[in-house]
């Protein structure tokens, strides 16, 4: 039981550092992690009662 709390352990810290070092060098690779943006118009009616 051991070993694979061990094994499971190592591959949640290197998953993480692997998604730490995509974010930082994605962009490089030409990635965008920006949100898409775009205006919105809405109506809104205050007190409709």
Do not use: N
């Amino acid at each position: 039981m051991g070993r694979i709390l061990k094994w499971l352990f190592t591959l949640t810290v290197l998953g993480f550092i692997a998604l730490v070092a995509y974010a930082y060098i994605g962009p490089w690779l030409g990635v965008d992690f920006s949100a898409p943006q775009q205006e919105i118009h809405l109506k809104v009616v205050l007190d409709a009662g």
